[in-house]
């Protein structure tokens, strides 16, 4: 069974630093591009990162540029999201989220999702 | 405003048809083949329901059907029932300088 356990989130101050984990398990995660998912609170779905197999590309949305980073280490089958410069608008549910094998851009499984909050 | 539109909110009563329509505003949008929707209940993780506009994965009702024509794609749900209320997701790739799109998401409610 295909399973994506995310954690790290918590409570962080303005213009703090955090860093979130998914550990993936029930597929070859080498094999699979990746995906950063984030829901603020009330509001709807915004794609916030991808991550090829390799680890080799990375892409982000234009709100997040510049201040999170995203990268896997496929031995661990875990992917990181590292998140500086934390703005109020930042906080949300982050979840970590796999697509197709073949097509990148179809995600197709979820995780439960970790809690981010940044407030002083 | 998000590259996918979607109404905000749609209702329908027990065992009738309702259709949730996702409108690209990139003409890129009609070229590409890779919609997908979600269904989410409060608190929990969204979940696949259509990919590549009309495929259906294993376990999702054969009540839940996709389409797509020229920069509109559409959810269509029949035979409502009270478990399908929640809040829809369209998402697509929608073409060059982008990623993922989702939609802004429809509230349906079964009344």
């Known amino acids: 069974e295909v399973q994506l356990l995310e954690s790290g989130g918590g409570l962080v101050q303005p213009g703090g630093s955090l860093t979130l984990s998914c550990a993936a398990s029930?597929?070859?995660?080498?094999?699979?591009?990746m995906n950063w998912v984030r829901q603020a609170p009330g509001k709807g779905l915004e794609w916030v990162s991808g991550?090829?197999?390799?680890?080799?590309?990375?892409y982000y949305a234009d709100s997040v540029k510049g201040r999170l980073t995203v990268s896997r280490d496929n031995s661990k089958n875990t992917l990181f999201l590292q998140m500086n410069s934390l703005r109020a608008d930042d906080a949300a549910v982050y979840y970590c989220?796999?697509?197709?094998?073949?097509?990148?851009?179809?995600?197709?499984?979820w995780g439960q999702g970790t809690l981010v909050t940044v407030s002083s | 405003q998000s590259a996918l539109t979607q109404p905000a909110s749609v209702s329908g009563s027990p065992g009738q048809s309702i259709t949730i329509s996702c409108t690209g505003t990139?003409?890129?949008?009609?070229?590409?083949?890779?919609v997908s929707w979600f269904q989410q209940h409060p608190g929990k993780a969204p979940k696949l329901m259509i990919y590549?506009?009309?495929k259906r994965p294993s376990g999702v009702s054969n009540r839940f059907s996709g389409s797509k024509f020229g920069n509109t794609a559409s959810l269509t749900i029949s035979g409502l029932q009270a478990e399908d209320e929640g809040d829809y997701y369209c998402c697509s790739y929608v073409g060059r300088g982008t990623y993922v799109v989702f939609g802004g998401g429809t509230k349906l409610t079964v009344v």
């Open positions: 029930g597929f070859t995660f080498s094999s699979y591009a």
């Open positions: 590549e506009v009309y």
């Open positions: 991550i090829s197999s390799s680890g080799g590309d990375t």
């Open positions: 990139s003409s890129d949008f009609g070229d590409y083949h890779l």
């Open positions: 989220a796999r697509p197709s094998l073949t097509l990148i851009r179809v995600i197709i499984t």
